[in-house]
């Protein structure tokens, strides 16, 4: 289920992106820009981080995988390497069986629907694991907010050894429905922003990274990729450092200018106060001391 900050982040993603195509100097075609408009994405963390979706075809150089529905490829998948490692044993690197040509992984039990997608990849038997599997479940779902149909990757799963299985939840990873998605890494490690959530006790147990990660599903087109969406992050630690320590500053030099404001002020008021005149009391004239004194001298 959604949580409420993708609700928003898709509504303010939509429109600021219908800005950004109704001001582009390199329009499109009637046709495709009703068609952009429709399922285009900005990501929220891009709007102040310059790094910006590119609507360039993203292009790796490996070959995707693709699962079929009714003749025609409904999710297309690749990545430039794939590892898994099991706490503290050897690092596997499954690039090759996965996407190389020679190699081809089973990915014969995967299954399209409109709103839900499986891609299953069968390695079988792989070092000490028995009939290795990685699966990945998609959906579509249609927001009223955006009012367009969007994609996710709702889990990663291994399952391996028969019947363990680790699950990852991939709650970030979406895009809208005519576009693609594209992360440098989807992994569970924090260095990576860990876009992958393990969710059960088998799950802790592994590190799983896609690099160069690529995925389309529901609205895919003559077997290519549409227009990436990236994953590019706004609130990774150095930013957010940055910001705390701009935000400091900022309060810093409010405070100044608050105390310099004040001292002028107080400056002004002493000034005033020099100026003030304050009439003195006229001395009184020295034959009326002196009858005074003679006064004094009687009495």
């Known amino acids: ?30 046709h495709s820009l009703q068609r952009l408009h429709r399922g285009s994405y900005f990501r929220f963390e891009e709007l102040l981080y310059p790094s910006l979706p590119s609507r360039i075809p993203h292009v790796a150089p490996v070959s995707p995988l693709q699962v079929f529905s009714d003749g025609e490829p409904c999710v297309l ?75 996710s990757v709702d889990s990663v799963s291994l399952l391996y050894n028969t019947s363990e299985e680790a699950v990852f939840n991939a709650s970030e990873v979406y895009a809208p429905a005519s576009s693609s998605y594209h992360c440098l890494h989807v992994s569970n490690l924090q260095r990576h922003s860990a876009l992958l959530l393990p969710s059960t006790d088998h799950a802790r147990r592994w590190t799983i990274t896609f690099t160069d990660f690529q995925i389309q599903a529901f609205n895919v087109s003559s077997g290519k990729f549409s227009p990436a969406s990236d994953c590019a992050t706004f609130l990774t630690p150095a930013i957010l450092m940055g910001l705390v320590t701009s935000l400091i500053l900022l309060l810093v030099l409010a405070y100044a200018l608050h105390m310099v404001i004040h001292l002028k002020h107080i400056e002004h008021e002493d000034e005033h106060k020099a100026d003030t005149y304050y009439p003195q009391t006229p001395e009184q004239p020295e034959h009326c001391y002196v009858e005074n004194m003679a006064e004094k001298n009687i009495l």
């Open 1 to 30: 289920m959604a949580t409420p900050w993708k609700h928003c982040s898709i509504l303010l993603l939509s429109l600021l992106l219908h800005l950004q195509s109704s001001t582009c100097l390199d329009r499109p075609p009637a």
């Open 77 to 151: 998948f690749q990545a430039r390497r794939l590892s898994l490692r099991l706490e503290k044993q050897k690092q596997l690197d499954l690039t090759e069986r996965a996407f190389s040509p020679q190699k081809s992984v089973d990915t014969s039990q995967s299954v399209c629907r409109r709103d839900k997608a499986t891609l299953l990849m069968r390695f079988g038997d792989v070092e000490d694991l028995r009939g290795l599997s990685i699966r990945l479940q998609l959906s579509n779902t249609f927001y009223e907010s955006s009012g367009q149909w969007w994609f």
